[in-house]
């Protein structure tokens, strides 16, 4: 055994450790969720419950708040990306593309969102809200959702428009293809990856917005995240375990779903002034 531990070496077993470390402490809360959602009787200091159900399903989706919520924060997320890929796809290929005064600095400016604490400025936005009469409205939450995922769908797109090689472009220009065909059949592909990823956070993100929705949306528009608060405080542990996994299954789902697209070079260079 002593052998055996000195030919993989300390520097191996030290790196088994950390990653033994890292899986329990991502891994463990998952699976502590997975049992308490189907769990019908666990009592302490049992390590197992004493009896699988599926009831805490059933009394979760038999609560009409919970199920609207659900629905209300897909159909936002939905909306929110859609939009943030018409406004914001045009303007990130501009920032790749064109060089105009101040480029840099209005790129900048989409971090913003991101340096200050989003309360004070969820505050803020709400007040110029109230003035507009946006405050507890369908545009007003999906605005709110918007102002927060800007960078995301601004940033890592302008990456992807930037690593598609000019030369490409002119030489499809060359031999006749029209600007729009251009775009179309060249560019737009070779930068689909990064805009997909920076559509995929964007959803996540809109998914997950609990404070702007809060201080817009209440009383009439409450997400998941705005009921997952109440659930955590009014019903037993095991209904919360259930909708914390309706919570994060979609976060997973999706982020498998985009694996083959999220590439360190695509992360990397979407957060990258040039």
């Not at 659900?70 to 914001?88: K, P, Q, R």
């Not at 990856?193 to 409450?222: C, H, M, R």
Request: aromatic share 14%; proline share 5%.
């Amino acid at each position: 055994m002593r052998w055996y531990l000195k030919a993989i070496g300390p520097r191996k077993i030290v790196e088994f450790l950390i990653l033994v470390v890292f899986v329990i402490f991502f891994l463990g809360p998952l699976l502590n969720l997975a049992i308490l959602a189907f769990t019908g009787k666990w009592t302490y200091p049992d390590i197992l419950p004493h009896e699988w159900s599926l009831k805490w399903w059933t009394f979760v989706f038999q609560q009409e708040d919970i199920a609207k919520s659900i629905g209300l924060s897909f159909v936002i997320a939905t909306i929110v990306t859609a939009l943030s890929i018409v406004l914001c796809i045009p303007a990130a290929y501009a920032f790749a593309r064109i060089r105009f005064p101040l480029s840099k600095f209005f790129l900048f400016s989409f971090l913003l969102t991101h340096a200050f604490p989003k309360m004070g400025l969820y505050v803020s936005i709400a007040v110029l809200f109230f003035k507009l009469g946006l405050m507890n409205t369908l545009i007003g939450v999906v605005l709110i959702h918007m102002i927060n995922v800007l960078m995301f769908m601004t940033w890592i797109p302008t990456a992807a428009f930037r690593n598609v090689h000019m030369a490409q472009e002119e030489s499809a220009r060359d031999v006749g293809a029209s600007p729009f065909r251009v775009f179309r059949s060249i560019t737009l592909p070779m930068a689909m990856p990064g805009i997909i990823v920076a559509s995929i956070f964007t959803f996540l993100n809109s998914l997950d917005e609990a404070q702007g929705t809060f201080l817009v949306g209440i009383p009439n528009y409450k997400t998941m995240p705005i009921v997952m608060y109440s659930i955590i405080s009014d019903y037993p542990a095991y209904a919360g375990a259930v909708f914390s996994i309706i919570l994060t299954a979609p976060t997973i789902i999706l982020l498998l779903a985009a694996q083959r697209f999220v590439s360190a070079d695509i992360m990397s260079s979407g957060f990258q002034l040039k």
